[in-house]
């Protein structure tokens, strides 16, 4: 993929202002972006003067590469507003299929990166993994290409893996994060300050950044310690986070 | 706590090994380490000749304090076999009262360091919050000094409190890393290495370092979307996981 080829945004959202940056950052020159709200990209592509656009009857559908960062369930309506040949056409999205491009171009793709977006935080593109699939060689090679050079983790998958892998990261980030938000409402509950909980979260991220989850698993459940467990169904009020409780520490407890 | 105080460590497991190797990082000699197995603390001691001894009647119960960081039901039987007058007796354990030690001593507390210790980590001990209880001021302030000079966290805490705390804290690391091993199972079942999950996970925890965790919810259950949700449901086909994914959605749907 040639720095000079004719890349548009669609969506303007999380994905699509950091993947903006992102493409900046690495020498591309950004076509258009549509949002169906007014936006300032300026924040993600800098001096760079893009053609932003409200209006998807304004899209020029002759660039050569579309990146479309919608929710799920916008982009079927949205594509049957253009007009497409052979243009590039990518998704982002993890659980949408492939072939929901079918019979909308000759070349048509998933470019999924594998992370959780804010507008508030910064993130290194290069470090993120990028799912890929196309429907031809040719496409996939070009998306490939395009991939590589925003982040140095590229991963071919077909949709099914992406569908679980999707799924996977549902547990590894929103669920995770839930699990923060019980321990937060705990300790709170208590006036213990959320912060106290700070170090012990992000050394259990970071040791399984060095081995896997089976082997730095620890606590209570782990080790069957029915006295502790006991100790803490007492300290629960709250039926729905003794359930959680229960399950998980069943979970565990069933891997030993 | 001047340097020259005499601290033994009993119990030479995870906490005692880190505990042990702060002491000696930040001037304190270590003046006897009790451990029921055989060991060779020179990896945490370093240059430190430690007298170590295996035999709980072989240890000097004159020393100025004591740091028993030994299983929660280990303790009370050890304790019979000790004599103390007015040493300064402290336990590491989150679930354990402050009110073990009642009758050994004149002077007793709780140092419990919050933190998942491994022998295979390195570990600031500088960011670990302590939380430090006593039965009387005076050996509060003992406590606070010698913990205030191992960490720049020491927060005092009641026994209820620091109960709570532990609770929170089987949700915040070990229920946490449950659900990076059920990511981990989805992943490799479908021929997707772990690794691919990593960088999601050091974003989710360093996001809650800077927000909190109701700030940074995501994901398809916080959006209602269940077009996405009842596809994962379709995909997981073990019971414990479906019930496990059925009971976070509804925890994250409820604190919309």
New interface residues.
């Given amino acids: 993929m040639n720095k000079e080829a004719k890349i548009s945004i669609i969506g303007f959202g999380n994905v699509g202002s950091h993947l903006s940056k992102a493409l900046v950052n690495n020498g591309f020159t950004i076509h258009q972006i549509y949002n169906r709200t007014k936006i300032d990209p300026s924040k993600f592509t800098g001096s760079q003067n893009v053609n932003v656009i409200n209006d998807i009857e304004l899209l020029d559908c002759h660039a050569n590469v579309f990146l479309f960062c919608l929710k799920?369930?916008a982009l079927a309506p949205l594509l049957t507003k253009t007009q497409f040949t052979d243009q590039l056409l990518l998704h982002t999205a993890g659980?949408l299929d492939l072939e929901v491009f079918q019979n909308k171009s000759k070349n048509y793709g998933v470019f999924y990166p594998?992370?959780?977006f804010?507008k508030?935080?910064n993130?290194n593109f290069h470090?993120?993994?990028i799912?890929v699939e196309a429907n031809n060689s040719s496409a996939l090679n070009n998306l490939k290409d395009l991939a590589s050079k925003l982040s140095d983790?590229v991963?071919a998958?077909n949709s099914?893996?992406r569908?679980?892998?999707?799924?996977?990261?549902?547990?590894?980030?929103?669920?995770?994060?839930?699990?923060?938000?019980?321990?937060?409402e705990?300790?709170e509950?208590?006036?213990?300050p959320?912060e106290?909980?700070?170090?012990?979260?992000?050394?259990?991220?970071?040791?399984?950044?060095?081995?896997?989850?089976?082997a730095?698993?620890?606590?209570?459940?782990?080790r069957n310690?029915e006295?502790?467990m006991n100790?803490?169904i007492k300290?629960?009020d709250e039926e729905?986070k003794l359930?959680?409780?229960h399950?998980?520490a069943?979970?565990?407890k069933?891997?030993r």
Wanted: charged share 20%; with cysteine.
């Fill in positions: 799920d369930d659980s594998l992370q959780t804010s508030e935080r993130i470090e993120i993994p799912c983790k991963y998958m099914e893996q569908k679980y892998l999707h799924l996977a990261a549902v547990f590894a980030a929103n669920y995770t994060n839930a699990m923060y938000g019980i321990a937060q705990i300790a509950a208590k006036n213990i959320f106290i909980l700070r170090p012990l979260i992000k050394e259990t991220a970071d040791k399984v950044m060095e081995f896997l989850p089976k730095a698993q620890t606590g209570p459940a782990i310690d006295a502790i100790s803490h300290l629960l729905l359930e959680i409780y399950l998980l069943h979970y565990i069933q891997k």
